[in-house]
């Protein structure tokens, strides 16, 4: 919208010329097509396609917890989840959620695979590892 208001694009100079507007809309259009949830091509981990949204449509971890599993967006930092939770715990909060009313994690029963599941885990572990790696750092 912001770029709308800019005097650049205001909408009566392409009154004056449609066939420009045709064009702007065209390149608009490509470039949102272009953008649509196309992973990077440096991530080819199945569990991170899943977290971060790539792999399946209603499947997003990410969108809560961040990308890197920091938390944020009313959901906690899971970084640190296996220090708390053994494997088996975390596989069931993906599956079945936890917590209750506005603020609890949504179940992903039935919108993943058990063979998802052991991949979201996997990369579950490995944010987990980077984290501790960071820790020592500092
Ligand atoms: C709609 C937001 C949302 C989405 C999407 C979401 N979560 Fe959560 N998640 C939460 C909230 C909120 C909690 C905390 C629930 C509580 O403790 O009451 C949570 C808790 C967790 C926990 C336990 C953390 C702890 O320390 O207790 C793990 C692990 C987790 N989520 C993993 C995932 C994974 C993996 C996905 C994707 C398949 C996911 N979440 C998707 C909101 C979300």
């Given at each position: 919208?912001?770029?709308?208001?800019?005097?650049?694009?205001?909408?009566?100079?392409?009154?004056?010329?449609?066939?420009?507007?045709?064009?702007?809309?065209?390149?608009?259009?490509?470039?949102?097509?272009?953008?649509?949830?196309?992973?990077?091509?440096?991530?080819?981990?199945?569990?991170?396609?899943?977290?971060?949204?790539?792999?399946?449509?209603?499947?997003?971890?990410?969108?809560?917890?961040?990308?890197?599993?920091?938390g944020?967006?009313d959901?906690?930092?899971i970084?640190?989840?296996?220090?708390?939770?053994?494997?088996?715990?975390?596989?069931?909060?993906?599956?079945?959620?936890?917590?209750?009313?506005?603020?609890?994690?949504?179940?992903?029963?039935?919108?993943?695979?058990?063979?998802?599941?052991?991949?979201?885990?996997?990369?579950?572990?490995?944010?987990?590892?980077?984290?501790?790696?960071?820790?020592?750092?500092?």
């Amino acid at each position: 919208m912001a770029l709308l208001s800019n005097p650049l694009f205001r909408l009566k100079s392409f009154g004056q010329r449609p066939r420009r507007l045709l064009v702007f809309i065209s390149i608009i259009l490509v470039l949102f097509l272009a953008c649509e949830s196309k992973p990077p091509p440096e991530i080819t981990d199945p569990g991170q396609l899943l977290f971060l949204g790539y792999a399946k449509q209603d499947v997003n971890c990410s969108k809560c917890h961040g990308a890197d599993g920091q938390g944020g967006m009313d959901a906690p930092d899971i970084r640190n989840a296996f220090q708390k939770y053994g494997k088996g715990e975390i596989m069931n909060i993906i599956e079945y959620g936890k917590g209750e009313g506005p603020d609890a994690m949504p179940p992903f029963e039935g919108k993943i695979s058990e063979e998802e599941l052991l991949e979201l885990v996997i990369f579950l572990e490995t944010l987990q590892r980077s984290s501790s790696d960071s820790q020592v750092e500092n």
